[in-house]
């Protein structure tokens, strides 16, 4: 499929179709001596762009534009055809074609304002100074059951794309696909996202056709250096490419960023044999049985972040084999996440020492708020509003007061909950869905704080935290209970 053109989310031969579906209507408006030329380039090319179109991918977005030039095909051809056999042409009287015109180019019109609405993402060029690579791997914890079956035998496993600092590729590289490894992949968990939230998967089969700025299996940079690593959690039903713009920003500033598919919790995951397992997470509407389930799903994904981390500390030993053997910092080690996926970023940095810093997007604090959390912690929030759940702040106080490093809670001004993944970049522009900082300051808002706070907490950079952050929203900050 051929590259939208930023801004207007369509493509040249989307735009060509479009604008000679737009000459067909208004050809019956033109001067008697164009008017023939007019219709039969307008026709002719608007056939040869849905040939053109059929074959390199048809987006659902064009058909209100067929639509409308059907509709106006037959009175704008029909009287040119006539004249040229000899017979009489028949015109509608314009208070007729008046009415007509308009409805046919309102129709065309509802094209381009589908695709803007739910456009082919275009990610952010990264402003690091490496380029990205990704690699996929799939890993299985022996000691661990699965406890979402009822087989004994079944161990957890966990599927993980990395992101890290590359060599640059040579121009012309194919990019990594969104979503997934392959279009089947990306077609299958694009689906699964949308029947999450009761859309047809037709409407967002633009995030299918992306790619991203990262390689697959790009050469890791140069120079022998050790990267800082942040591991990441989705929220729930999410999945591990759901914040691929900030894992690839970090990526090319010298991180290695560690996403997690989490099976029976992730709305689709596509194992290394091909098998999918669909999310068996659901709410019963009763909030008591629904605080106690989501705190049971948030202790299996830290289980999972921890088990991950070990992972990574044999892979940069050697003890299994990939592309980032002796390349990885495990000793400066993050863990994030988004929504429920930032609850189990605060459950596993409580457990796991390891960690050196944690970061949660949006999350709701799920499960217990103890032991107290021994490293420095960034939580952003959504702008809060009279709908948001009035125990979420307080939630949140109670999770960080005890706190034994210092801890910041950042409220962004225009931020929803959708606004700290990849959703502004194909969902439509409301701000009640993805917020209203807009498609290209969304995720560069997410990636600078949390670059600003991990540089300070992991490579201990010097710097004002306190002041970048301040100039992103209205800053908490909670410095650390030293009488724990």
């Known amino acids: 499929m051929t590259e939208t053109l930023a801004g207007l989310y369509m493509s040249p031969l989307e735009i060509l179709a479009l604008l000679s579906a737009v000459a067909l209507v208004v050809a019956r408006w033109f001067p008697p001596t164009a008017r023939p030329r007019v219709t039969f380039v307008a026709v002719a090319v608007l056939v040869l762009s849905v040939i053109v179109l059929s074959v390199v991918g048809f987006r659902w977005q064009l058909a209100p534009v067929l639509a409308g030039a059907a509709l106006a095909l037959p009175f704008a051809l029909a009287p040119q055809l006539r004249r040229r056999t000899g017979k009489p042409a028949w015109r509608a009287r314009w208070w007729l074609a008046l009415p007509g015109s308009v409805a046919c180019v309102g129709l065309i019109a509802t094209g381009p304002v589908a695709a803007w609405a739910f456009p082919v993402p275009a990610f952010p ?32 496993t966990v599927v993980v794309q990395l992101w890290y600092p590359a060599r640059k590729s040579p121009a012309g590289v194919r990019r990594a696909q969104y979503l997934g490894r392959t279009e089947h992949e990306a077609r299958t968990v694009s689906d699964a996202l949308a029947r999450q939230v009761g859309l047809p998967g037709f409407l967002v089969d633009g995030a299918t056709r992306a790619h991203t700025h990262a390689v697959f299996d790009a050469p890791v940079a140069g120079g022998g250096a050790r990267f800082p ?5 989705p929220g729930s039903g999410g999945v591990r490419t ?98 429920m996926g930032g609850a189990a970023a605060l459950q596993a940095g409580r457990q796991d020492r390891r960690f050196g810093a944690v970061i949660d997007l949006d999350g709701y604090p799920h499960g217990p708020t103890s032991p107290s959390l021994h490293q420095p912690t960034l939580v952003l929030t959504q702008a809060i509003t009279p709908q948001t759940d ?36 194909y969902l439509p522009p409301v701000p009640s869905i993805v917020g209203s900082l807009g498609r290209t300051r969304s995720p560069r808002v997410v990636a600078a704080t949390t670059l600003a706070f991990l540089d300070t907490t992991l490579r201990h950079e010097p710097g004002d935290l306190t002041g970048v952050l301040s100039g992103y929203g209205d800053l908490s900050v909670l410095p650390p209970d030293h009488s724990r």
């Open 242 to 339: 759901q914040n691929t713009a900030w894992a690839e920003e970090l990526a090319s500033h010298g991180y290695v960023v560690a996403a997690l598919d989490h099976p029976y919790d992730s709305a689709a995951v596509v194992l290394d044999s091909g098998r999918t397992i669909r999310s068996r997470t659901t709410s019963t509407g009763d909030r008591e049985k629904d605080d106690k389930l989501a705190a049971g799903w948030t202790a299996v994904r830290a289980a999972d972040l921890s088990f991950v981390l070990t992972q990574l500390g044999r892979l940069d030993r050697g003890e299994i084999t990939g592309p980032l053997t002796g390349r990885l910092d495990t000793g400066r080690a993050a863990v994030g996440g988004h929504s």
């Open 125 to 156: 060029e990264p402003s690091g100074g490496f380029a990205v690579g990704t690699h996929v791997v799939q890993w299985t914890d022996p000691h661990r059951p699965e406890t979402f079956t009822a087989d004994p035998h079944d161990r957890r």
């Open 390 to 425: 009035p125990r979420y702040l307080p939630r949140l106080t109670e999770a960080l007061k005890h706190s034994t490093a210092t801890s910041y809670r950042l409220t962004i001004p225009g931020a929803a909950h959708l606004t700290f993944m990849d959703g502004p970049l």
């Open 229 to 233: 690593v942040v591991l990441f959690s």
